[in-house]
C-alpha cells in the first residue's frame, strides 16, 4: 500500500498516535489502543528476531452487527459467517493502513491477519489478539474466554500491529475476569463448554462444538457467535 493516502500535516498537528486513531476510526473502526508488549512477545509464534525491535502493539477492533448477531438462534448461520469474513477483511485492510503510516516515518510495523490459524493442534494464531486488547485497555477476558469490553461486551473482533515506534501505551487495564454475574453466556453455549469462572472454561469441548458447525452448517470457519450474542456488556 503506498503512502499517497497519508496527510503530513494532519500527521504534525494531531501526532502519529492520535493520526492513525483517526484513520482508523474514520474506516469504522470501533476501538483503537496500544500496548507496551516487551514482556510478552516472547510467547508469539513469529520469528524472535524479527519481533525482537517491536515493543509496542496497536489493538483495533470492529463491533459485529447486533441485527446479524440477532438471527442466530442455535448456531452459526450464512449470514454471520459471511458477515465475520467482512469484518476480518476490514480489520485486515485497516491493519495495512495503519502499517503504512507507520513505514512512512520510518518505523517497522508487522500487521497481524485478524483470523489464522498456525497451531492447529492447539488452535493458535501467531498471537492472541485478545491478549493484546486486554493490555491495550480493551476489557478482560470473560468466563467465555473472549474479550469483553465494557460497551460492547464480546462483540468486537480484533487485529493487532506490531511495531517499534515509539507509543504511548495504555495503562490500568483490568487483566483479570470481572464478569458481573448475568451468566448469559453459560446459558446459550451448545457446547457447554463455559463454566462460572474463567478457568473453568472448556477449550476441548468448544472447539468439538466449533468443527460439528464447521461441517454441519456449511461454514468454512471455526465459528459459533452464540455467546458473542449474549454478552452486551460488563
Given at each position: 500500500?503506498g503512502?499517497s ?17 483517526d484513520v ?6 470501533s ?6 508488549i516487551k514482556?510478552?512477545k516472547?510467547?508469539f509464534?513469529?520469528?524472535?528476531e ?5 515493543d ?6 470492529y463491533?459485529l ?12 448461520n450464512?449470514?454471520?459467517y459471511?458477515?465475520y469474513?467482512?469484518v476480518?477483511?476490514l ?14 516515518k520510518?518505523y ?6 485478524a483470523?489464522q490459524?498456525?497451531?492447529w ?5 501467531h ?8 493490555m ?12 469483553v469490553?465494557?460497551?460492547y ?12 515506534i515509539?507509543?504511548?501505551p ?20 451448545p457446547?457447554?463448554a463455559?463454566g ?7 477449550p ?23 455467546c ?7
Open positions: 500500500m503512502n493516502h497519508i496527510n503530513r500535516g494532519a500527521i504534525f498537528k494531531m501526532g502519529i498516535c492520535e493520526y492513525m486513531r482508523a476510526l474514520k474506516q469504522g473502526i476501538v483503537f489502543g496500544v500496548a507496551d514482556n510478552v516472547q510467547g509464534l513469529l520469528s524472535q524479527v519481533v525482537a525491535p517491536l509496542f502493539a496497536i489493538s483495533i477492533g463491533r452487527s447486533r441485527a446479524v448477531l440477532d438471527t442466530l438462534t442455535d448456531g452459526p450464512q449470514l454471520y459471511f458477515h469474513q467482512r476480518n477483511i480489520l485486515d485492510t485497516v491493519a495495512l493502513q495503519v502499517s503504512s503510516i507507520i513505514q512512512s520510518g517497522m510495523s508487522l500487521p497481524i491477519p483470523s490459524v498456525v497451531d493442534e492447539n488452535q493458535r494464531g498471537l492472541s489478539h485478545r491478549a493484546i486488547a486486554v491495550a485497555g480493551h476489557g478482560f477476558i470473560g468466563i467465555n474466554n473472549l474479550l469490553h465494557p460497551e461486551g464480546s462483540q468486537t473482533r480484533f487485529a493487532t500491529i506490531l511495531t517499534n515509539p507509543l504511548k495504555a495503562t490500568g487495564e483490568k487483566s483479570v475476569c470481572a464478569c458481573s454475574g448475568c451468566m448469559k453466556c453459560i446459558a446459550v453455549c457446547a457447554g463455559i462460572k469462572t474463567h478457568e473453568e472454561f472448556s476441548a469441548l468448544c472447539a468439538a462444538k466449533l468443527e460439528e458447525f464447521q461441517k454441519t452448517r456449511n461454514i468454512s470457519q471455526m465459528i459459533c457467535g452464540l458473542v450474542k449474549a454478552c452486551q456488556g460488563a
